[in-house]
C-alpha cells in the first residue's frame, strides 16, 4: 500500500485550485475520493485555472463562490434534497 504524502511544493494558488474543483465535482455528485484524484490529475495535466497570485478580485470572487455553495447545501438539505444525492452518490 502506497503512503500518502502531503505535498508542500504546490502555491497556495495552485492549493485553492485544486480545492475548488475538488468542491465543484462533489457537487457534480461524485465521491470524495473519485473528486479528489480528478482533480489532482487535471493539476497535474494543467488543466485548472490557477492566477499568477491572489489579487483581491481572485479573493473576492471564491469567498462569494463559497458563500454560494453554503447556500445551496443549505436549500438542499432544507428541501430533503441531501438525503437524495448522497444516496445516488452510493450507487455510483
Request: proline share 2%; no cysteine.
Amino acid at each position: 500500500m502506497a503512503s500518502r504524502t502531503k505535498r508542500t511544493d504546490r502555491s497556495p494558488e495552485e492549493n485553492e485550485a485544486i480545492s475548488d474543483k475538488v468542491e465543484v465535482l462533489l457537487s457534480e455528485g461524485y465521491e470524495i475520493d473519485q473528486a479528489t484524484a480528478i482533480a489532482f490529475r487535471m493539476f497535474r495535466d494543467g488543466e485548472l485555472s490557477i492566477p499568477r497570485e491572489t489579487s483581491q478580485e481572485y479573493k473576492r470572487q471564491r469567498r462569494k463562490k463559497k458563500s454560494l455553495i453554503q447556500e445551496i447545501r443549505a436549500a438542499a438539505e432544507f428541501l430533503g434534497l441531501d438525503e437524495i444525492l448522497q444516496n445516488k452518490n452510493i450507487k455510483r
